[in-house]
């Protein structure tokens, strides 16, 4: 489907012919709602869907874009900073000195443009990475059942939910089953609505009430339903109040706050030490004018102006990075919070297998085990009785063990343009598969015995069961868990008879499917009395159990080494599952993640639990959790917080929600997690893989080191320049540096570095050391070492060069030229032992980040230039020098790198000493 390009003028079109779907379809009964939109019970057909999609447009609205280029560039100038240069500017202006102001100018529009470039790049990446996520949908078209994008939803589409579901339009309900919806978002009632799409209201009945109406944006709390789509993008209630929703104000996230309350706090230690230093210049007899250039210098040494830029950009990269490895950040905090995980409690389906579940083994309750060949979604394959040939009676035992597969069966597979698709739950597909290989359809089977009632399934439950009709009686068929259908049956079936059932060995065949890693189900019938819609839970007893259905679920390539990489980095990983705990055990010795029974906690064990202090004795030291309800993961995660544990988790169901916003990382599903997940999760894995958690953890630790690398830089540097101030201005001598040179400074060094900084790759070894201690701030001990060591070491060399030009009879001019190109020579090369805090400079590859590489060249290259420029050399003060005088300088400025690696070589020995984990020389 090829599909236009919506726009505002689009969307108008859209409200106008909006007019022609049916008004207050709450008021009107569903059938009559069909019939006004042209539409049936089994949907709309392809090409009509494509008509009307050209007519009706997107089904979205609009989004909020990124502020426009030129507010970017207008919110370059609202910061402290910047009102003292333009002060600075003014003050040059009123005393005359042209180039000094034309400088100080040209230097806020090239600072205005790089953060610019720099703030505008990092928002359209994040804006695209927005894009990766997509709402995907179920509708019956051609009397089919396809998943769609949302976007190309339509009116008059039939629209499936289930559990888990954001509605992504405006519907009349046409059937629910136990339908609770969160309409929150619109009604900001808190308690979920139950719906009845029989219902027929008036027409002014209250938004609230509308319970036989689905909403887009709202959530499916729990339930099945059936609904026909009545509006979409504008024209739903949603769009009525659509600029309220999505121009909603944005929230930085916590180290950016933290940022810049730093910054605003160095701004208020500046005025405080400029009033104090400008009060002793004022008493020594300085000129105001002095006194003033002296205030406008210091704050341009010390406030690290462009650090929330350079932060913004260094999470940008990472996200970028994190991306392109299926891993999909959608809070900025979690960044952060990967580099603090201390355990990852996993879903086992689809993220540490494949999701591609193939049924192999079929175990009839006589003890007969038939084998399935053919692997995947595509039924190609055979099923093979334990002899040749199978009799009639054995076939017929088959074939109702495969009709209980279908009938109770939300899945579809089917052929699309000579390709076998799906969609569903993978257990569902694969049994569809299943009965293909014995050319048991689902379409015919459901033809010729219709479906009175359903219900479906759903965690809390662990079974579906389904109303048919067959003949003039009418029959009950259900799949489900095994401990949970066993009960319900009286008689299990032989081939050729019904007779009393053995739990005891079909027990024991269900647990020896188990320990071989085979996912149970168990297959029972029955006939009932039921009448017309009054089909429940109370009706499944006095079934025949037909058989059991092992399933497997290949491990993903990569899993164990995963697993295993976690271990490494001090992580413990956890599996959950709702599987058998004997199929679990199988699965955890494949993955290496136990081979001890008494790792394995059952959700039957948690829930006999008397206190919280049980249930943290039970997950201390739990590497598998089995047979666990989706709501007991929120018990799980908060049992191991309170051990102690930072915990990711991850989760792809409804009922997973509030696990996912209870962990400190929630991880949802970008393939199977529902749009609830999706919603309370920090993290989205778009391939569902177990590997690409473990690939966000070691891209989150190496983001946050990079954030932390910057910001040593930044501060490193304006504290060596505060000390150089400091001790000039101690010794009574003029200032070692004017604001312009320290403009050029800041603007050709770290403008340059701080951003080639943040493209520093990983040092290789992020998965070989344990988490960071949650609370650990970022400047801890090493920081606060580093920044002190290296800001002394810059500042007293300069200022001794500096004074000791000067007591050589040099002039002002000359010291103050050779100190700028000091500092400048100082800033490139600390910027290689930003790098790291543990590996020695000399074990790094300069070539590994060549942007830092050549920026630095540059910078330097470009200093040099400016001597030789007659205006920027006037301006700035410089003049050039001999190649014999750049050589010393840079011998003076490679102290710098003697003090960090003396520092490196501390670090080594004493984490040695303690036997912790060696730092890298």
Not at 82 to 110: K, N, R
Not at 185 to 193: A, K, M, R
Not at 309 to 328: E, F, P, Q, S
Request: hydrophobic share 45%; with cysteine.
């Amino acid at each position: 489907m090829k599909n236009p390009q919506a726009s505002d003028s689009q969307n108008a079109e859209h409200d106008r012919k909006g007019s022609v779907l049916p008004t207050s379809p709450h008021a009107l009964s569903g059938d009559t709602i069909v019939k006004k939109l042209n539409s049936t019970k089994q949907g709309i057909t392809a090409k009509e869907a494509e008509s009307r999609f050209q007519q009706y447009g997107y089904n979205s609205l609009p989004r909020a874009e990124p502020a426009a280029l030129a507010m970017v560039f207008l919110y370059q100038f609202i910061s402290p900073l910047i009102y003292v240069l333009m002060a600075a500017a003014l003050f040059s202006l009123v005393i005359q000195e042209w180039s000094d102001a034309a400088f100080i100018s040209g230097v806020l529009l090239i600072n205005a443009i790089i953060g610019t470039i720099q703030e505008y790049s990092a928002q359209r990446a994040a804006t695209a990475l927005q894009k990766l996520v997509t709402t995907q949908c179920r509708v019956v078209r051609d009397g089919d059942t396809f998943e769609i994008n949302a976007e190309n939803l339509v009116p008059g589409d039939i629209l499936l939910l289930e559990s888990g579901d954001k509605i992504p339009a405006d519907l009349r309900l046409l059937s629910g089953h136990d339908l609770n919806v969160d309409e929150s978002l619109l009604t900001g009632e808190s308690v979920s609505v139950a719906k009845k799409a029989d219902d027929i209201l008036e027409v002014d009945t209250f938004l609230g009430d509308r319970h036989n109406m689905g909403f887009a944006g709202t959530l499916v709390e729990r339930g099945r339903g059936r609904g026909v789509v009545v509006a979409t993008g504008l024209s739903t209630e949603l769009g009525a109040i659509a600029s309220e929703v999505i121009h909603g104000e944005s929230v930085k996230p916590p180290l950016m706050v933290r940022m810049d309350r730093f910054t605003h706090r160095i701004a208020i230690f500046v005025g405080l030490a400029a009033l104090l230093m400008s009060v002793v210049s004022f008493s020594r007899g300085m000129p105001l004018s002095e006194i003033f250039m002296l205030a406008v210098a210091l704050a341009i040494s010390v406030i690290p102006e462009g650090l929330p830029v350079a932060l913004t950009v260094t999470l940008a990269i990472g996200m970028r990075r994190m991306a392109k490895r299926n891993v999909i950040i959608r809070r900025l905090q979690a960044v952060e919070s990967l580099g603090s995980c201390t355990y990852i409690a996993t879903d086992k389906t689809g993220t540490l297998t494949v999701n591609e579940l193939t049924v192999r083994r079929i175990s009839f309750p006589n003890g007969d085990t038939w084998k399935i060949s053919g692997k995947g979604m595509v039924p190609v394959g055979d099923i093979n009785p334990p002899h040749t040939p199978p009799e009639d009676n054995e076939l017929a035992l088959l074939e109702r063990l495969c009709l209980t597969s279908i009938l109770t069966n939300d899945a579809f597979l089917g052929k699309q343009d000579h390709q076998w698709i799906h969609s569903g739950d993978a257990v569902d597909v694969a049994l569809l598969v299943m009965a293909n290989k014995v050319d048991i359809i689902k379409a015919q089977t459901i033809n010729t015995f219709p479906e009175v009632s359903t219900l479906p399934f759903e965690s809390e439950h662990l079974f579906s069961a389904s109303l048919n009709q067959i003949g003039n009686r009418r029959c009950i068929f259900v799949k489900g868990a095994v401990e949970k259908l066993l009960p319900m049956c009286n008689t299990m079936a032989l081939p050729g008879q019904d007779i009393a059932i053995d739990i005891a060995s079909l027990e024991q065949q269900a647990h020896k499917l188990a320990r071989h890693g085979y996912r149970v189900l168990a297959m029972a019938t029955g006939d009932t009395e039921t009448p017309d819609g009054d089909f429940c839970e109370q009706h499944l007893h006095g079934l025949t159990l037909l058989g059991l259905v092992g399933m497997i679920d290949p491990l993903r390539a990569g899993a164990k080494k995963a697993v295993e990489n976690c271990r490494k980095a001090g992580i413990k990983v956890a599996m959950v599952t709702g599987d058998h705990p004997a199929t679990a055990m199988a699965i955890a010795k494949k993955l290496r993640l136990t081979t001890h029974e008494k790792h394995i906690v059952t959700g039957p064990e948690l829930r006999a639990a008397n206190s919280l202090e049980e249930i943290d004795k039970l997950t201390q030291h739990a590497h598998v959790f089995a047979r666990i309800a989706p709501s007991q993961k929120l018990d799980i995660v908060h049992s191991l917080q309170r051990n102690g544990h930072f915990v990711a988790v991850s989760g792809d169901g409804a009922n997973d929600a509030p696990a996912l916003k209870a962990a400190q990382v929630g991880v949802a599903m970008g393939k199977a997690g529902t749009d609830v997940a999706r919603e309370a999760a920090e993290i989205i894995i778009a391939d569902d893989n177990f590997n690409s958690i473990v690939a966000g953890v070691e891209e989150g630790r190496i983001s946050y080191s990079n954030v932390r690398k910057v910001i040593f830089l930044l501060i490193s540097t304006g504290a060596a320049e505060l000390v150089l101030f400091t001790l000039a201005l101690i010794s009574s001598l003029p200032l070692p540096l004017l604001a312009v040179q320290l403009l050029w400074l800041n603007l050709v060094t770290n403008g340059i570095q701080d951003v080639a900084l943040a493209f520093e790759p990983g040092e290789g070894d992020e998965l070989k050391y344990p988490p960071r201690e949650p609370k650990e701030l970022i400047f801890n001990r090493i920081m606060v070492e580093r920044i002190i060591s290296s800001a002394l070491v810059i500042g007293i060399v300069a200022f001794y060069l500096y004074k000791t030009m000067l007591d050589w009879g040099y002039t002002v001019e000359e010291a103050r030229n050779s100190t700028l190109l000091l500092m400048v020579l100082f800033e490139n090369i600390h910027v290689f032992n930003c790098r790291s805090e543990t590996l020695s400079l000399f074990r790094h590859d300069p070539m590994r980040n060549r942007i830092l590489l050549f920026g630095t060249v540059i910078a330097q290259l470009i200093h040099i230039g400016a001597m030789y420029i007659p205006w920027f050399s006037s301006v700035l003060g410089i003049q050039p020098i001999s190649i014999e005088h750049w050589f010393k300088l840079l011998g003076l400025a490679l102290t710098v790198t003697v003090i960090m690696e003396l520092h490196k070589l501390w670090l080594w020995w004493n984490r040695k000493a303690k036997n912790k984990l060696p730092v890298q020389l």
